[in-house]
């Protein structure tokens, strides 16, 4: 679980996923033949050159969600936009770190006895909010943040048991499960690919797709988990700690029927829990890769607690499983007609 | 235009990424010509005669509908809307095996949900599409996925037609236009195209879009985000012309089109089509002699007679 710390704790908001691609070259860069950054910033690991196909290729995007200074205002607190899908609720009170330097911020919201009855009942808007890194004037914060530094939000990993508390599992999860994934020797070629900018429009993903041209792509992400507390009839799933979550469509893309059925019926055989994903929302780098080239394409998933917030709560034994069933789904590859 | 095709088109089961059954019926009838068939794994199907540069004629083969998404505990499935909206309405739905369900409108008015007639049917994951019904009447047709299924009898009428002479051309049935033109770019991109015409039925429901049902085939001048180029809009008009076909101006401003999706990858292309009413709902209707003409339009503007 080292790694997957070092990968949860890593800031890497959109567009500034360098930290996160340094720990993994640095990880399993030696299993690789080739390793190849792009200017855009997605990292790709080859193996298996020379062997028969179909070419395959694993994803997982590098960044996170996130916030961007946006201007520094007169007082030294520090206006900010969101990099990707932030609920502004979420914000209010939070540790944050910003620019190269990591400096520590708090999105400051006025005490309770400061607010009245209505006040209180209404989500301040996001540009309400400002960063306090405790200065006194522009000049001051000037000189440890600067327009355009990345915000992250300061959590950091902790293990309970099985249970995984971090931020970023959307998607360090995935990065993880792929650098796990490369250990192993697949009978095809295979391009692993840790994208960027996922989270801003599936960004690095296509390019990284139009580069590659795979046969098949795996995308392994970090999804999530729907277990909460309502009175509402609705089974709650994806759930937490039942095994890995398979798509079935998105908002993007509706998942090569074949490869969805190869990878439930690996799991049935092998006795690996697994779960359909549900809603049926979201959108991840495979939409934006069978826009640029006709390839078979599946998404399998963690289930996560309160992705896209300053924490969440993952499964170990969600990521174990996930591993499991890629690995073995991708031996049976030739099984399959797509 | 075959009737008979239409018919079967609109018939067959096949909502976005579920299309494999219209896409048989497409190839099965480009078999008996002399194009050379292909399809790739997201299941657009290809079809090309002699060299390119090809005139490329292009539609879509899915259709909106439902995916089931959870079955709650009184036995009622709880729908995701792909992209079915209002206008689809309650009713009759099947799935791929041709059991049968009854959609509704949850009382908050937003959420579909249906009900299986077969025990046990229904489980997650299982695609819906209305029960299809197809009539031909007073010269028009009246059907289910009508807007969707045209374009193909079209493209199956130029192929026809193609057997004939020996021009080069190239016609294009791609997979999940309802799910942002997810097969659109992919299908194209191994073509070298020529001119690019996108075949669709526009929505002719109010009567102030510019054109009208039974007046003739439509080019559109616009797009939400792109433009017709007017030295195409010139050519295409010029041979409507010379084969006495009126042709209809129309500007649509709202919503994504395959034109707006292409132009954003850098392809032209320009949308030639019919007016459609009742579009999006259960029973939609074109006209015959719009398609009649649309179709001679299309085979004209495949034989280049004036493409410089």
């Known amino acids: ?338 | 235009m075959n009737k008979e095709v239409l018919q079967e088109l609109c018939r067959v089961f096949g909502p976005t990424g579920r299309e494999s059954r219209v896409a048989e019926i497409v190839k099965t009838h480009l078999e008996g010509t002399n194009l050379e068939v292909t399809a790739d794994v997201l299941g657009n199907v290809i079809a090309r005669k002699g060299d390119g540069p090809y005139p490329v004629f292009c539609t879509h083969l899915d259709q909106p509908g439902w995916v089931v998404e959870h079955r709650d505990k009184k036995g009622f499935l709880h729908l995701k809307s792909v992209p079915a909206d209002e206008k689809l309405g309650e009713g009759w739905a099947v799935d791929e095996g041709g059991n049968r369900y009854r959609v509704f409108k949850e009382s908050d008015g937003k959420s579909w949900r249906a009900e299986s007639l077969v025990e046990g049917e229904g489980e997650m994951g299982t695609f819906l599409v209305p029960k299809a019904e197809f009539e031909a009447s007073k010269g028009a047709y009246f059907a289910t996925a009508l807007a969707d299924r045209v374009g193909a009898a079209l493209l199956l009428d130029i192929a026809g037609k193609a057997n004939k002479g020996n021009q080069a051309v190239s016609l294009v049935c791609y997979t999940g236009r309802h799910l942002k033109f997810t097969g659109l770019t992919a299908a194209l991109e191994d073509l070298d195209i020529e001119r690019l015409y996108l075949i669709e039925a526009l929505p002719c429901d109010e009567g102030n879009e510019g054109y009208s049902l039974g007046e003739g085939p439509v080019i559109l001048l616009r797009t939400q985000h792109s433009v017709a180029p007017s030295l195409w809009v010139d050519e295409v008009a010029k041979i409507a012309s010379d084969i006495g076909i009126k042709l209809q101006k129309g500007l649509v401003s709202d919503g994504e089109s395959a034109a707006d999706t292409l132009a954003r990858t850098g392809i032209q292309a320009i949308t030639l089509g019919m007016g459609v009413r009742y579009s999006g709902s259960r029973i939609e209707r074109v006209e015959g002699s719009d398609c009649e003409a649309l179709s001679k339009l299309l085979q004209g503007l495949a034989k280049g007679k004036v493409r410089s």
């Not at chain 1, 690996?272 to 994903?277: G, L, R, S, V, Y």
Request: glycine share 8%.
């Open chain 1, 1 to 338: 679980m080292e790694l997957l710390k070092q990968l949860c704790d890593a800031p890497g908001v959109s567009g500034h996923e360098d930290a996160v691609r340094e720990i993994l070259i640095k990880a399993v860069g030696s299993y690789a033949e080739s390793v190849h950054v792009d200017s855009l910033g997605n990292l790709f690991m080859t193996k298996g050159k020379g062997k028969k196909g179909p070419h395959l290729m694993f994803t997982a995007h590098t960044d996170e969600v996130g916030l961007m200074v946006e201007r520094i205002d007169d007082e030294g607190f520090i206006k900010f936009m969101t990099l990707g899908g932030i609920d502004p609720r979420v914000l209010p009170a939070k540790r944050v770190r910003i620019g190269k330097d990591a400096i520590c911020g708090v999105i400051g919201i006025k005490p309770f006895h400061l607010s009245d009855k209505e006040e209180r009942k209404e989500v301040t808007p996001l540009s309400d909010l400002r960063v306090d890194i405790g200065a006194s004037s522009r000049s001051e914060t000037e000189r440890f943040v600067d327009v355009g530094d990345p915000i992250w939000f300061d959590t950091l990993f902790e293990q309970q048991g099985d249970i995984l508390k971090a931020k970023a599992f959307d998607d360090r999860a995935g990065c993880y499960m792929m650098a796990e994934l490369i250990k192993h020797e697949f009978r095809f070629p295979a391009t692993f690919v840790w994208s960027v900018q996922e989270e801003m429009g599936l960004r690095g993903g296509r390019i990284a797709a139009a580069r590659v041209r795979p046969d098949i792509m795996i995308v392994l992400e970090g999804t999530g988990a729907c277990d909460l507390p309502t009175d509402a009839d609705v089974a709650r799933r994806p759930f937490l700690g039942k095994g890995p979550v398979i798509t079935i469509l998105d908002r993007t893309v509706v998942a090569n029927q074949r490869l969805v059925e190869l990878l439930c019926q690996t799991a049935e055989r092998d006795g690996i829990p697994w779960q359909f994903k549900r809603p049926l929302v979201g959108g991840t780098d495979a939409g934006a890769a069978v826009r640029v080239k006709a390839l078979g394409a599946a998404v399998v998933a963690i289930p996560a607690r309160y992705i896209h917030t300053p924490v969440a709560l993952a499964h170990l034994k969600d990521i174990i499983n996930t591993i499991e069933l890629v690995k073995a789904a991708a031996e049976r590859l030739r099984e399959v007609k797509l």
